[in-house]
Structure formats: C-alpha cells, structure tokens
C-alpha cells in the first residue's frame, strides 16, 4: 500500500513472482549453514544446463516448495537424452513440420495452431507410433 502511495498513480511493480522454498531432497530447508546447498553450475558441469533447468521446473508448481536432489537431475538428464533421441528418431526418418514453425504464442502466420497436434494428423507421426 504504501508503494501505491509514494509512487503515485504508478503501480510499484508489473509483475510479482511467488514461489516456494528450495528444499533438499530430504525435505529439509537449504541453507549454507545446515550445508545442504548445491552449486547449480556444478550441475550444469556434470548433467547439462536442459537437465538442470528441467530439474528445477518439474517440481516448480507455484506456491509450493520446489524439492531437488542429485538423483532427480540424473533423472532429468536421462530423460532429456530420450527427448533427443525420440526427436533424432524421427527426423532420420522423414518427420517434418509442416508451414512454418509456430511463435511463442502458438500463432503460425494469420491462424492459431494446437500447441501439440495429434499424431493422428501426420502419416509419419502414426507410422512411428505403430513401431513404439
């Protein structure tokens, strides 16, 4: 409230982000002290900066705390090299995308897109769910 007074008619900020606590993956508060802390650019060294921000988003439901543990960002790493393989897969075997690719907002030229179209659409995308 008071922001609104001493800033005037202008709103202090345009956007505010809540979010929980980062806690280890025993549930406990991280904290230099208890020296539970983790170094993400350790983790971005050892597992790749994809695994590491998945790692963070996956448990990042808002106004929740955020869990991490070195186990999950293994998990994440692997799971992030199935993503490449899957998409590897596909593009060796013909998989492209038809038009233009679609912007940050799911719009392709003039018409709205599905952010994820069914397979059922695409004769490859069947074909390669028939062989899984």
């Known amino acids: 409230m008071f ?8 709103q202090p900020f345009d956007v505010v982000n809540l979010h929980g606590m980062v806690r280890d993956g025993h549930g406990k508060k991280m904290s230099k002290s208890f020296g539970n802390v983790v170094d993400p650019l350790d983790w971005i060294d050892r597992y790749g900066a ?9 448990g990042a439901n808002p106004g929740s705390d955020v869990p991490i543990s070195e186990e999950w960002c293994q998990g994440s ?15 060796m075997n013909g998989a492209t995308v038809d038009g233009g690719l679609p912007d940050r907002s799911g719009a392709v030229g003039d018409r709205q897109v599905d952010p994820v179209p069914p397979p059922a659409r695409h004769r490859r995308g069947r074909r390669i769910l028939r062989h899984l």
Not at 77 to 91: G, I, P, V, Y
Request: charged share 20%; net charge positive; glycine share 6%.
């Open 77 to 91: 790493r692997n799971f992030c090299n199935k993503l490449w393989n899957a998409t590897r897969f596909a593009m």
């Open 50 to 58: 994809d695994a590491t921000r998945f790692t963070l988003a996956r």
């Open 3 to 10: 922001g609104l007074y001493a800033m005037g008619d202008l």
